[in-house]
């Protein structure tokens, strides 16, 4: 296994193509190796090549379907192909075999997201959050679904979560300092741009809904 481990070992440092080579060495002596097909797709997807990363986890899928993490990256690259519904499906496989994964869940939400399928949305992201609480990013994007919903007050308590695991999280302050700017709560909602501008004093984001609230 010297070719798969050394691709492995390339693919953890960045080294996407020399990765690619060293795989496609193992995979000339042993082609129904669905470990080195597996790292062959995740190399492809970091060179950002996602039909040849398609086609190499299809492969490993082939040789073993219950890796759940080629299914997961599986629906990653159907993903960046613009093929949501097959993505959904592997992912919804890979939440089948293996149920506390995070990422597949929040890889669902991202999808649905885009969608507009925002009740799922939000599930996928609830269920992310109940395997995973200190994510900021599964907090933010919460926050973005149920502000899209209506729902204001739990979206700006999800920012304010997302805010708590990362005080610089510049994104999830600028949309509450939104939220509250709509509710006319414009003293918090100041608070919340000046906070961005502070440390980002040419943050675009904040600078022109601070002066649209300025103009109220």
Not at 39 to 66: C, F, Q, T, V
Request: charged content about 30%.
């Amino acid at each position: 296994e010297g070719w798969l481990h050394k691709g492995i070992s390339e693919l953890e440092t960045g080294q996407a193509m020399a990765a690619v080579q060293s795989l496609d060495r193992e995979l000339d002596l042993v082609p129904v190796s669905d470990r080195a097909w597996y790292h062959r797709g995740l190399a492809m997807a970091g060179y950002g090549k996602h039909e040849d990363a398609l086609d190499s986890l299809e492969k490993s899928l082939a040789l073993n379907p219950e890796r759940w993490q080629a299914w997961n990256n599986k629906g990653k690259a159907l993903s960046r192909l613009g093929r949501a519904a097959e993505a959904l499906e592997s992912f919804g496989r890979s939440a089948e075999l293996m149920k506390n994964a995070p990422e597949t869940h929040y890889d669902m939400g991202v999808i649905h997201q885009e969608l507009g399928n925002l009740g799922e949305a939000l599930k996928a992201y609830d269920r992310a959050v109940d395997i995973l609480g200190n994510d900021p990013d599964l907090w933010f994007n919460r926050g973005v679904v149920l502000a899209q919903m209506g729902k204001v007050d739990e979206a700006i308590k999800s920012y304010c979560r997302a805010l708590e695991l990362n005080p610089e999280f510049r994104e999830a302050r600028v949309n509450v300092g939104i939220l509250f700017m709509n509710q006319d709560r414009l003293r918090e909602a100041q608070e919340s741009f000046d906070e961005v501008l502070k440390s980002a004093p040419g943050h675009m984001e904040a600078l022109i809904n601070k002066s649209a609230m300025l103009l109220r």
